[in-house]
């Protein structure tokens, strides 16, 4: 069980990227953005092709990030400019993704078996495979976590910020909510796709079928971390999220070390967001009847 | 300052739903001019104020604000121009976000916003002294949530954020209607003072004629999307309820019968 640790709380900080990308959809922009189901699979289809081709981890990273960040700004357009309901914009998005990821991977999966990766990279500094993947977990969540503080506390993180909870409020100063959406989802689908193309190089492949599901462990992170880890800040938020994201990890890897055979793995994470989405409705139910007592 | 010329708008044009919320509407403000409009439901106070903050556009005629047309503007352009408080103390503020934070985006209304840090120290003993003004507790309460905050609260405060880099246009829409009538008083009151301060060009709808009497120093009605009475200084000084019902009655061939309008 203790060997199990590392890898877990690892995986955890890999997967927290693409659940802070949730949360700036989700709960920033109040938007229940489907474009990462593809985005996710374009970062690793993205990272994986040039890895192959012989390009550094780091070019193969930061172009999965902006081909993420194209996938935000379609459904962005098709949200804003042609009006279209943002949970289908993200639908229409994200189908479009699957022909894309076929095309930029040109299969279903691309394995990067002995092929130099940001691990690898830094396995030669004598640190093991687990130790690699915590190290790089680490580094980039805090990373991209304290770059995500910093937009998010600027004029234009705040304009965003505001859009997600009033948006009439916003226009009324003067902002243009179409492009604090677009922006929005544009950061958020390049975080998710980061997340993708770190997860494809630790797994040692990209798989086009990888993002099924990206939304709901992403929803299982963001609802699991603000209920534990609290939301009295935005600050307060992103930590909630990362950690959020490792205790979900770790929920998993003890199902599963109970026996529950992973291919039941998405039911029971439908299952845990679904709980976890109606909590607050049980919660005024039971408080409810406990005032009328 | 204000020159709204032969405006129209239809709502649902060709279809059973149709309403002709402004027909052919003119309105000229001077600068500093106050007034207060009222009318029935329908009359088309609202559309009028939505025209002119581009909330919609309008089917016809044209917007021009201290010579600059604004008619094909967008909303969030035209809010370099004019603040605005709503009816809904919702509507007005970031729930979300700190005091400190709302504060911080209405002071910047109407500029692009850039990468500099969005909460400033130098701003906030500043806005501290503005919130001390409204002699509502909140200077103390800078990094409180505004959904916090009472709708009496937030709706002063969106009107401290309307107000904070003096608007060209301020358009009040039944600001207080929804709060209870000892925080509507207070917040009227802070209205005026604000109104006076920076003397500003202010159009404020109300559903209540007493206040419309009470305050600015010009009074509209409006009856069918058109103004119908439109009366200013001492005329509007001299000026009753019963005198206004009369008026009314001539000028629309109606008798005003409206629950929400109150005369008291």
Known sequence: MFDLFLPTLSQGLLWALMALGVYLTYRVLDIADLTVEGSFPLGAAVAASLLVEGFSPLTAILTAAVAGGLAGVITGILHTKLKIPALLAGILTMIALY??????????????????????????????????????????????????YWFFGTEIGA???????????????????????????????????????????????????????????????????????????????????????IVYRFVIALVLQLGMPPNDLKLFTSVLVAFALSMPLFKKNIDGRRAVK | MLLVENISKTFHPGTINEKKALQDLTLHLKSGDFVTVIGGNGAGKSTLMNSIAGVFSVDKGRIVIDGDDITKQPEHKRAKYIGRVFQDPMMGTAAGMMIEENLAIASRRGRMPTFAWSSKEEDREHFRLLLQELDLGLEDRLSDKVGLLSGGQRQALTLLMATLNQPKLLLLDEHTAALDPKTAEKVLGLTQNIIRRYHLTTLMITHNMRDALRFGNRLIMMHDGRII????????????????????EKASGNVLDNDRMLLG
């Open chain 1, 159 to 245: 304009a965003i910020r505001a859009t997600g909870y009033n948006q009439q409020m916003i226009r009324a100063q003067g902002i243009d909510t179409n492009g604090t959406i677009i922006i929005g989802l544009l950061i958020s689908n390049a975080l998710v796709a980061v997340s993708g193309a770190l997860i494809a190089q630790s797994n040692g492949f990209a798989d086009v079928g990888m993002g099924t599901g990206t939304i709901v462990i992403g929803l299982a992170s963001v609802i699991i971390g603000e209920v534990l880890f609290g939301t009295r800040s935005f600050r307060n938020c992103l930590i909630s999220v990362v950690l959020g994201s």
């Open chain 1, 99 to 148: 022909s894309v990821n076929l095309r930029v991977m040109g299969k279903a999966n691309l394995s990067l078996l002995r092929i130099d990766t940001v691990f690898s990279f830094i396995r030669e500094f004598g640190l093991n495979n687990a130790q690699s993947v915590f190290v790089i977990g680490l580094v980039s969540t805090f990373l991209f976590g304290a770059l995500m």
């Open chain 2, 229 to 248: 009475i439109d009366l200013e200084g001492r005329e509007k000084e001299n000026l009753t309820i019963p005198d206004l019902l009369s008026m009314f």
